[in-house]
C-alpha cells in the first residue's frame, strides 16, 4: 500500500477492534437520528397514523476508500391497533373531532405500535447484522397529549474477518487474533417512554435493561457501552407555511457521559426542508430533505469533523427513503 493508505488501513482496523468491544448494544451511527429514532426509544413506535417504511445508508469517513465504513437501516413501523374512529387516529384533529372525542373512554382511544428494523455494517474487517422488534402503548392524556412506553428487542452479531488482515513481519497480537473467537451475538432489551403531542416531544430510553452475549467471543465485552438516551423536540411556526424545529438528542455513556446532537430544521410548505445538527463529538452535519408526494420522502445529509480528526475525514454521506403507507390523511412524519 501506499505509506498514506497504509496508516490509513491500519488506523481502520484498530477502529474495528474498538468498536468490536463497544458495540455490544447497538445504536445506529447516523446523521439523522430523527429517521430511526424508536430505536433510541422504542415508545416512539406508533406515535405516526400512517405505516412509517424507512431505508437508510450511510457511507462514512469516504476518504478511506475501501476502508470507509458503511452502514444500512431498514425500519418498518405501523399501528397494530387504531383509536376507535378513523377521526382519532393521528393528534392531528379538528376542534369538531376534538369535542367528540373526548366523550370516548381512555381506553378506546389507547394505540398499539410496533415496528422491525434490520441493521448492516461494514467497519473494516468488522461485519456486522442484527434486528430488532419494537412494542409500544400510547394512552392518551387529553385529546392532544399523548403518553407512551415501550420495548424492544434485539439480537446483534459482530465478526471479524482476521484473514483481511496482512501482517508481514511476524507479529504476537496478530496470532492472538488468529486463535481466538472472533463471532460474538448479543442480545439487547430495552425501554423507554415519551409525551408527545401534535407540537412536541419529550422522552428518554433505558438501553441496557437486557444486555447479555449468546454466543460470546474472545475479543468482546459484555458490559453495555450506553446507559439511556434522551430526546426532546418542537415544532414553532413562524409564518405561512414555514416551521422551525429544534431538536436535542443526548446519549448517557456508562461512564456518565453524554454526547449531544443540537439540530435545528426547517420546513417550507411541507415540501422542501433543511437543517442543520452540531455534534458535541465535534462534527457539523446538513442536510436537505424533500416531501416528494404524500407518500415518499428522500433526504440526504453530509457530516463532516470540526475537529483535530479533521485531517483524516473527507466527509460522511448519508441517504435515507421513507415510504408513507396507508397515509389516508396525507401527513407528512
Known amino acids: 500500500y501506499v505509506k498514506d493508505m497504509k496508516k490509513k488501513g491500519i488506523l481502520v482496523v484498530m477502529l474495528a477492534i474498538v468498536l468490536t468491544t463497544a458495540q455490544g448494544q447497538y445504536v445506529p451511527n447516523n446523521s439523522q437520528a430523527f429517521q430511526f429514532m424508536s430505536v433510541y426509544n422504542p415508545a416512539f413506535s406508533g406515535v405516526e397514523s400512517f405505516d412509517d417504511l424507512k431505508f437508510g445508508y450511510r457511507y462514512q469517513w469516504a476518504g478511506y476508500g475501501k476502508y470507509a465504513p458503511k452502514f444500512i437501516n431498514l425500519a418498518f413501523h405501523k399501528r397494530i391497533k387504531q ?44 461485519k456486522s447484522i442484527g434486528s430488532s422488534f419494537t412494542y409500544s402503548l400510547n394512552y392518551p392524556i387529553t385529546t392532544r397529549m399523548r403518553f407512551a412506553v415501550g420495548a424492544s428487542a434485539l439480537i446483534e452479531n459482530r465478526r471479524m474477518d482476521v484473514s483481511q488482515v496482512d501482517v508481514r513481519d511476524p507479529d504476537h497480537f496478530y496470532d492472538y487474533l488468529l486463535k481466538s473467537s472472533t463471532t460474538q451475538t448479543d442480545l439487547n432489551v430495552r425501554t423507554g417512554a415519551l409525551l408527545y403531542g401534535e407540537r412536541f416531544y419529550l422522552g428518554f430510553s433505558y438501553l441496557p435493561l437486557v444486555n447479555i452475549a449468546l454466543q460470546a467471543s474472545d475479543l468482546a465485552m459484555e458490559e453495555p457501552f450506553y446507559r439511556g438516551s434522551f430526546q426532546v423536540g418542537y415544532s414553532f411556526p413562524v409564518a405561512d407555511g414555514v416551521n422551525v424545529k429544534p431538536s436535542v438528542i443526548g446519549l448517557l455513556q456508562m461512564t456518565n457521559q453524554f454526547v449531544i446532537d443540537y439540530n435545528v430544521k426547517a420546513y417550507f410548505q411541507n415540501k422542501l426542508w433543511m437543517g442543520l445538527t452540531y455534534r458535541d463529538i465535534e462534527s457539523g452535519v446538513a442536510v436537505i430533505g424533500f416531501n416528494i408526494n404524500e407518500t415518499f420522502t428522500a433526504s440526504y445529509s453530509f457530516e463532516l469533523s470540526l475537529g483535530d480528526f479533521r485531517k483524516f475525514d473527507d466527509g460522511s454521506h448519508e441517504l435515507v427513503l421513507a415510504a408513507r403507507l396507508k397515509n389516508l390523511k396525507r401527513y407528512s412524519q
Open 83 to 126: 383509536p376507535l374512529d378513523m377521526a382519532y387516529n393521528s393528534m392531528r384533529l379538528s376542534d369538531f373531532s376534538n369535542a367528540r372525542a373526548s366523550h370516548l373512554p381512555r381506553a378506546k382511544r389507547i394505540i398499539h405500535g410496533m415496528g422491525i428494523n434490520i441493521f448492516q455494517s461494514s467497519v473494516g474487517i468488522v
